[in-house]
């Protein structure tokens, strides 16, 4: 197997989706520059803070343009998903434009808090090899303010005050809104298909 290329994004979850990878008998590959997409099989882009930090990074990192010109599958996580997006609410900020559309910010309401903390179900919307084996409505875990809008790359939603992309695919790019490296089976299960079997 080739290696994966995860982009350390300055995220506190890195550690913790590496060692995700790792127990799917993953070969995974940090990377800080361009340089280490260099062979890389599949990438992926994990994040967590703020879409301007998490832009400001990857142009620091001389990685904005070689993620927009990326060859090989890719698959966000977080704030990684939000920014596969042309831009977001939260500064204001283009991002990688790799999907369309633009992230927003969740409006709280009565029993619905922000940010979205915690267990929540995913609602199927289409056929994808990233939900095979994953069962109708399970659970996943989220933490987040802003979410991206369902459009026809949505496979997945999810309900906190209204429905959002909780799983995209669109060719190559995928994402996923919560932390699957945190989402037991349901997460193990969406990194094993996105290894494995992934989108083209």
Same mark, same amino acid.
């Given at each position: 197997?080739? @290696? ?27 990377? =800080? ?35 927009? @010109? ?15 997006? @042309? ?17 927003? =910010? ?9 940010? $979205? ?61 919560? $932390? ?21």
């Amino acid at each position: 197997m080739s @290696e994966v290329a995860l982009i350390d994004a300055g995220g506190a979850n890195l550690g913790s989706v590496r060692y995700a990878l790792e127990r799917l008998g993953v070969q995974v590959r940090l990377v =800080r520059d361009a340089q280490g997409l260099q062979g890389a099989s599949q990438v992926i882009l994990p994040g967590v803070g703020t879409a301007p930090h998490g832009m400001a990074r990857l142009h620091a990192q001389g990685l904005v343009q070689p993620l927009r @010109e990326l060859q090989v599958p890719l698959l966000g996580i977080c704030l990684g998903m939000q920014l596969l997006f @042309e831009g977001s609410e939260e500064g204001h900020v283009e991002c990688l434009g790799l999907l369309p559309g633009v992230v927003r =910010r969740l409006h709280p309401a009565t029993g619905i808090r922000v940010p $979205h903390m915690g267990w929540n179900r995913l609602l199927p919307l289409r056929p994808s090899t990233l939900l095979d084996g994953v069962p109708a409505r399970a659970s996943a875990y989220f933490v987040h303010s802003y979410a991206a809008p369902l459009g026809q790359h949505t496979v997945a939603a999810c309900d906190h005050g209204g429905l959002f992309a909780a799983v995209v695919q669109q060719g190559r790019y995928s994402g996923a809104q919560f $932390h699957p490296e945190r989402s037991a089976a349901t997460g193990a299960q969406i990194l094993r298909n996105f290894i494995e079997n992934p989108p083209t």
